[in-house]
């Protein structure tokens, strides 16, 4: 998993669930937003810095922003936000809205948010609990895309002869760096930002691979039959032979 993803992932989460907006009867005049500068939100649940942000006609000139119905904050020129912490307040549900007022005097009544306030220690057990619901659904994610390399391939995860066209499955080929010979890129072999730490079925070492080119696999693969095409036209002599040679120039000489 990518270090990057995983904030960006939370991020997401938790702001499409922030308090949802419970709407009244009549379009409210003035629109009452909550956002969060910093801490957790989720589920309708909040901890950490938030602003309540008011929105109405050009002539608004002031907002007076209501925690359960108490004025909490009063502002008489735009942006027409409070920004507050969670801490401040006694732990529990929560109603927020505002009043705002034009020049002529017309007053407009917001939306009524609701959240409940959660204590520091609240939030880090929320937040560990959307960390393993989501590492669970990576790994099973992790698992099905194997499982489907799996059967895609056959069943056949073992390198074929050189010479025959390799299927490197779906997380691509590599080169070994050590032993220049190609291989598939395990399943559960650790992303290490674009290049997996893998083991190579050649010659066992480990090392970091990124996915190879087609190119870079066939020029490998090419190598690979060139060295076996080597080793058949100069075999070693084996000690028979060698056993051989020595009698026949013994024979030699003794003519
Ligand atoms: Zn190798």
């Known amino acids: 998993m990518k270090k990057v993803l995983l904030p960006l992932l939370l991020c997401a989460v938790t702001l499409s669930l922030l308090p949802t907006l419970k709407a009244q009867a009549e379009e409210p005049q003035l629109i009452l937003r909550l956002r969060r500068d910093f801490g957790y939100g989720g589920f309708g649940e909040i ?7 008011a ?10 922003f209501y925690l359960d119905d108490e004025p909490v904050a009063e502002v008489a020129q735009p942006p027409f936000q409070w920004q507050f912490h969670t801490s401040s307040f006694p732990p529990g549900s929560h109603t927020m ?3 705002g007022y034009t020049r002529e005097g017309q007053e407009l009544h917001s939306n009524v948010l609701q ?5 520091a220690a609240e939030a880090r057990q929320a937040t560990s609990r959307l960390l393993v619901t989501l590492l669970g659904a990576i790994l099973g994610i992790m698992v099905l895309s194997a499982a489907v390399t799996f059967l895609l391939s056959g069943g056949k995860s073992r390198p074929q002869p050189a010479g025959i066209p390799q299927n490197y499955g779906f997380f691509g080929g590599a080169i070994c760096p050590q032993c ?7 399943w559960w072999a650790p992303n ?7 083991r190579c079925p050649h010659c066992g070492r480990w090392s970091l691979v990124g ?9 490998a693969e090419a190598a690979l039959l060139e060295q076996a095409a080597m ?10 032979e060698r056993l051989r040679r020595a009698l026949d120039e013994t024979r030699f000489l003794d003519e």
């Not at 901890?47 to 942000?53: D, I, K």
């Not at 220049?180 to 395990?186: D, E, G, L, N, T």
């Open 180 to 186: 220049k010979r190609p291989f598939a890129r395990h």
């Open 115 to 119: 959240a409940r306030f959660l204590t």
């Open 47 to 53: 901890e950490g810095t938030f602003r309540l942000q």
């Open 211 to 219: 996915r190879a080119s087609r190119e870079e696999l066939a020029a």
């Open 192 to 198: 290490l930002g674009l290049a997996k730490l893998d």
């Open 231 to 240: 080793g058949k036209a100069y075999p070693t002599p084996s000690d028979e």
């Open 55 to 64: 929105s109405g006609p050009q002539d608004l000139v002031r907002v007076i």
């Open 97 to 99: 809205s505002a009043v």
